[in-house]
T-cell receptor, first 113, second 115 residues
Framework: NAGVTQTPKFQVLKTGQSMTLQCAQD?????MYWYRQDPGMGLRLIYY???????DKGEVPNGYNVSRLNKREFSLRLESAAPSQTSVYFC????????????FGEGSRLTVL | QKEVEQDPGPLSVPEGAIVSLNCTYS??????FMWYRQYSRKGPELLMY????GNKEDGRFTAQVDKSSKYISLFIRDSQPSDSATYLC???????????????FGRGTQLTVWP
């Protein structure tokens, strides 16, 4: 059972380049999330999807877009990468009606030069 | 003021010590309180989950919530080197029946238990 799978695990971009982080879960969860984790800042919510077909902004959405492709997959896109987006990105999922019990992927480490 | 405050440490203790990790918060609407454990270069995993005030024990781990003081704690008894990780507190203001599991995280406390 893979749980939450993120790709790629590592990526180096130049300023202005675009890329998409992919996330898939096999636990039949309705809700999915994208967080970023920076030293001294903890985990900050970028976007979330409470259910298939819906997406909403979190705490730090600027510079990102998301797509809930189907129930399993939730992607995060950086249209024009900036050095401030250098971070570790985590995708997570949760069951409907269970506040707080998130299952995380192993993270995608992104460096923007 | 950040909604959830957590001392980032680092905290270093000898094997067998009792460890106390703490968070404070400002939003009185928080009802669900969690502790996540994150090993180096891994994603966080849920360790403890409590509702409202009180204590919850699971093996060597005890979570305490004091809503009157807006203060939560995680105690680790007989700490082991395998407990070395970053511990993040997290809180939610939504009801358990909600479709939304939005959390507010502390910055995390880095713990090292040396043999």
């Amino acid at each position: 059972n893979a749980g939450v799978t993120q790709t790629p695990k590592f990526q180096v971009l130049k300023t202005g380049q675009s890329m998409t982080l992919q996330c898939a879960q096999d636990m039949n969860h309705n809700s999915m999330y994208w967080y970023r984790q920076d030293p001294g800042m903890g985990l900050r919510l970028i976007y979330y999807s409470a259910s298939e077909g819906t997406t909403d902004k979190g705490e730090v959405p600027n510079g990102y877009n998301v797509s809930r492709l189907n129930k399993r997959e939730f992607s995060l896109r950086l249209e024009s990468a900036a050095p401030s987006q250098t971070s570790v990105y985590f995708c997570a999922s949760s069951e409907t009606g269970v506040a707080g019990e998130l299952f995380f992927g192993e993270g995608s480490r992104l460096t923007v030069l | 003021q950040k909604e959830v405050e957590q001392d980032p440490g680092p905290l270093s203790v000898p094997e067998g010590a009792i460890v106390s990790l703490n968070c404070t918060y400002s939003n009185s609407a928080f009802q669900y309180f969690m502790w996540y454990r994150q090993y180096s270069r891994k994603g966080p995993e849920l360790l403890m989950y409590t509702y409202s005030s009180g204590n919850k024990e699971d093996g060597r781990f005890t979570a305490q919530v004091d809503k009157s003081s807006k203060y939560i704690s995680l105690f680790i008894r007989d700490s082991q080197p395998s407990d070395s990780a970053t511990y993040l507190c997290a809180m939610s203001a939504v009801n358990r029946g909600s479709t939304l599991g939005r959390l507010y995280f502390g910055r995390g406390t880095q713990l090292t238990v040396w043999p």
